[in-house]
């Protein structure tokens, strides 16, 4: 049997806005597959929807994240009903993953001025995610990361009662560090969120590659590590994501532009 992809347009089902956040959303999830940081079919991004902040898009259960367009997205509200959704075919009845659905749901409840959450399993993440150390400021990129958030794991996020630990563990800050599971940022933007874990997924495997040559660490006085966290902070430069995320796009266009279908 046959499983082919023959996805209708849902760009006169929404509104413009929304039309163009479906876009940004795709290119993020091809840009996650192309650095590498993505999982087959699992871990999911969201984008909350212009103009309707109880709703927000996200993937379908089922799809690798290089086949994902705009109009293959799916809208969900806060409790999880589907507002809009294409049009799978007969044989493939996608729909939401309950644990990106509860991570997600979570945190754009209680932080509305975050407008997008990723989440990913990549080896490093996980790989950081089991060291008892955790993330080290070993890097210039990692001290970005001085204050990250930890959240001890629970199980498959699937009890809607983890929500409250996991946004209280993220807190008001833009990275999350899941124990013996994986990473999660966010963002005003979607650019930030990219930006975020770009530079998280590379200071993991920083970490990695420096602790498998069995040497001693270069250790950064705690001062200078302050300083340099600081100088990340917002109001000390321009938004993360300003500029990376429409060169980011032009990448995408380059290289296969049908995610804006």
Known sequence: ?????????????????????????A?????????????????????????????????????LYEEITASSLLKIDHHGNILSRPDFGPHLNYGV??????IHSAIHEVRPEVDCVIHTHTWAGMAVSSLACGLLPMTQTA???LKIGYHDYEGVVLDMREKES???????????????HGLLTV???????????HRLEVSCRAQLAAMACNTPLSE???????????????????????????ALLRLMDRLDPSYRT
């Open 143 to 145: 001290m970005r990361f």
């Open 220 to 246: 950064v006085p705690p001062a200078v590590r302050e300083a340099t966290y600081q100088q990340y902070q917002p109001g000390t430069r321009r938004p993360y994501g300003q500029m990376e995320w429409p």
């Open 97 to 102: 993953n309950k644990a990106g659905f509860v």
């Open 27 to 63: 290119a993020c999830y091809r840009l996650i597959a192309h650095y590498g940081m993505s999982d087959m079919i699992a871990n999911h991004i969201s984008l909350r929807v212009p103009g309707e902040p109880e709703a927000f898009l996200i993937n379908a259960y089922g799809m």
């Open 166 to 180: 996991l946004c209280r563990d993220l807190g008001q800050n833009e990275a999350l560090i899941l124990r013996n």
């Open 187 to 197: 963002g005003r933007t979607i650019g930030e969120a990219f930006n975020w874990m």
């Open 1 to 25: 049997m046959k499983h082919e992809l023959a996805i209708s347009s849902m760009r006169d089902q929404c509104s413009e806005q929304e039309w163009e956040a479906r876009v940004d959303l």
